[in-house]
């Protein structure tokens, strides 16, 4: 148990299809994350909630869409998804700026 | 832009060994390095380095930072099958705008046989 609980652990959608991804983190932190991990390249960082404000979103593709609605939740809305998006999508927290993040088991994701 | 380049990409060795994974960066207004590891899905905290020389000890993990030559190591000392895992090195960014941005390296796929 990490303390960052993300939902669907799995999920397959079409390239129609619209879904969103969830996080869940219960350990009082102020800032929230979402992390891509595709194979054979680095952790990429997505977005940055803090204080459930966006602070960064690195210029992802708009068929991402996060949503904070309190400092505990984090949610990412998936429409029109191409193949290469298929990744394990990550979501972490941290409690300030300096702090290590703590991560969850993620949503391994296959766009079809 | 930021980079983290870790080294070797993957190892394989028999249980008690000892490893040293290397983990070199570029990084604008260093912060600090940090050591994770990976085994199936989540990735663990495992040290988070921020002064040069000063070694940071967990049971059979080490790690320590060289500022000035820009690198640090990760030490592994009689290997268990459960260390078989991704070893992952990020670096942040002490930037204003760079709200707990980490730059990951691609990480490092040890192998522990028995």
């Known amino acids: 148990e990490t303390g960052v609980t993300q939902t669907p652990r799995h999920l397959v959608m079409g390239m129609t299809n619209k879904k969103s991804l969830k996080c869940e983190q219960h350990l009082g932190h102020n800032a929230m994350y979402w992390y891509k991990q595709s194979a054979k390249k680095p952790l990429e960082l997505m977005f940055v909630?803090?204080?459930?404000?966006?602070?960064e979103n690195n210029s992802v593709p708009s068929r991402f869409s996060p949503e904070c609605p309190n400092s505990s939740h984090l949610f990412l809305h998936l429409h029109t998804l191409q193949p290469e998006d298929s990744a394990l999508y990550l979501c972490?927290?941290?409690?300030?700026?300096?702090?290590?993040?703590?991560f969850g088991n993620g949503t391994r994701l296959t766009v079809t | 832009e930021d980079k983290v380049v870790q080294s070797p990409l993957s190892l394989v060795v028999h249980e008690g060994d000892t490893v040293t994974l290397n983990c070199s960066y570029e990084v604008t207004n260093f912060r600090s390095l940090l050591w994770y590891k990976q085994e199936k899905k989540a990735p663990t905290f495992l040290f988070m380095l921020?002064?040069?020389?000063i070694e940071k000890k967990s049971g059979r993990l080490s790690s320590i930072l060289d500022k000035k030559e820009l690198f640090s190591i990760l030490n592994i000392t009689a290997t268990q099958t459960g260390d078989s895992a991704i070893y992952l090195c990020?670096?942040?960014?002490?930037?204003?705008?760079?709200?707990?941005?980490?730059?990951f390296g691609q990480g490092t796929i040890l192998t522990v046989h028995p």
């Open positions: 921020t002064s040069s020389g």
């Open positions: 990020a670096v942040t960014n002490a930037g204003g705008t760079s709200y707990g941005k980490l730059t």
């Open positions: 972490a927290s941290s409690h300030d700026r300096v702090s290590p993040l703590h």
């Open positions: 909630y803090s204080l459930e404000e966006r602070v």
